[in-house]
């Protein structure tokens, strides 16, 4: 199903206040035991070749030969489509457990890749203005004591720093120390309390990555991460980086590339939650879109709105949500990009409200009210 505009108001007026879009939230506890993971598209992804508007007439025109051919794509609806790569989410599309926002962007209306992924990870209005990110200030208002929040990143990426306590782990394709060499650094550490604190959580996060901890590839990385996030005990809360998307040449072959690895990464995260997948909801965004039209060098270049993907088992999917503001070029973002009509922070908090009862004002420098999005979650 997708919402257009005309969608939008249709249902208002059929159901009135308490459907699509309202302008008030409710922030009452939420039961269960929601975990939720972000993935981050670091590089500015291509939202108009991973949920593809085939039925937009201006798509093709634009793109050329970078358009999807639409029988080759994953069809959703006679608007829009997956790219061919998304066979895994597609599947999760079919059953349910998926959905697509498309104009989506954050506050961010430059085009710094650096600029752009610092709003998106802080949640402020402006790059810069706001030193944690929202997923700290997340975890101190989460109810119920649980594992610390893990980035599975060679360092904490910025959305997870703040005061709250956090954790990383990034498996290496070095050999494993032998026990011998281990035994050797916890005895050099043991007369310094700081050190060897330290050490001792990473022993304890290297103990929890279990068999997988040397795995390198996307399905070897959605496998540690579930190993981590279905554990009873275990974070509620993980973020996961990808990179790549910045595809200024050659894009055909490197989105492919690249979305073939974010599938197989999340059917892997699927297949390892287990029972706990029902409660999962994974949101994949990234800092800005692209443009319109491809670029001579068979790329794109920096843009403003993109796509936002949910999945999990918790997520009321099949289905696309976009107010769709067309790609003639009259209607393009500064005549050149899909126009932003869907804030990305109003989606975040959308899902953290209604999967943690946390208001999202308390996280996002919102400059308007963050408006209820319905039909994203199950209840």
């Known amino acids: 199903m997708t919402y257009s ?29 929601r975990r939720f993971v972000f993935v981050i598209q670091r590089g500015a992804a291509d939202g108009l070749n991973i949920v593809v508007p085939h039925g937009d007439p201006g798509y093709a025109a634009a793109r050329g030969a970078l358009a999807i051919d639409p029988a080759n794509m994953i069809k959703l609806d006679g608007m829009f489509g997956l790219h061919p790569a998304l066979k895994e989410t ?69 959305a997870l720093r703040g005061a709250a306590p956090v954790t990383s782990y990034a498996s290496s394709s070095l050999p494993r120390a032998t026990d011998d060499l281990m035994a050797r650094v916890e005895g050099l550490y043991a007369g310094d309390a700081a050190l060897h604190a330290l050490w001792s959580a990473a022993m304890a996060t290297r103990a929890q990555a279990g068999e997988d901890a040397g795995g390198q590839d996307p399905a070897a ?26 595809t200024h040449s050659g894009q055909g072959g490197r989105m492919a590339t690249q979305l073939k690895r974010l599938d197989a ?38 843009g403003t709105a993109s796509a936002t993907l949910l999945v999990g088992g918790a997520v009321q ?18 005549g050149r990009d899909l126009r932003p009509t869907m804030s990305l922070e109003v989606v975040i908090g959308n899902v953290l409200a209604q999967s943690y009862g946390i208001d999202p004002g308390k996280l996002f420098s919102a400059t308007q009210p963050i408006e209820h999005i319905g039909g994203l979650l199950r209840s």
């Open 317 to 334: 999917g099949r289905k696309v949500l976009a107010d769709w503001p067309g790609l003639s070029p009259g209607a393009l973002h500064e």
């Open 90 to 158: 597609g599947r999760m599309y079919a059953d349910g457990q998926a959905l697509a926002l498309h104009a989506v962007a954050s506050s961010y209306r430059e085009r710094s890749h650096f600029d752009g992924q610092n709003v998106l990870e802080t949640g402020g209005n402006r790059p810069y203005a706001i030193k944690d990110g929202w997923m700290n200030r997340l975890v101190s208002r989460m109810p119920g004591t649980h594992a610390e929040p893990i980035a599975f990143a060679p360092i904490v990426p910025l």
């Open 221 to 246: 990385l959605g496998r540690l991460a579930a190993g981590f996030l279905a554990r009873p005990d275990g974070p509620r809360v993980a973020m996961i980086e990808t990179g790549g998307w910045d």
């Open 5 to 33: 505009r005309r969608h939008a108001l249709r249902n208002i007026a059929a159901v009135g206040a308490g459907a699509l879009f309202c302008p008030r939230m409710a922030f009452a506890a939420v039961p269960g035991d």
């Open 265 to 302: 990464m999340l059917a892997a995260l699927r297949d390892g939650m287990g029972t706990v997948w029902s409660e999962t909801i994974v949101l994949v965004a990234t800092e800005f879109g692209r443009t319109v039209a491809a670029n001579g060098t068979g790329g794109t270049d920096h």
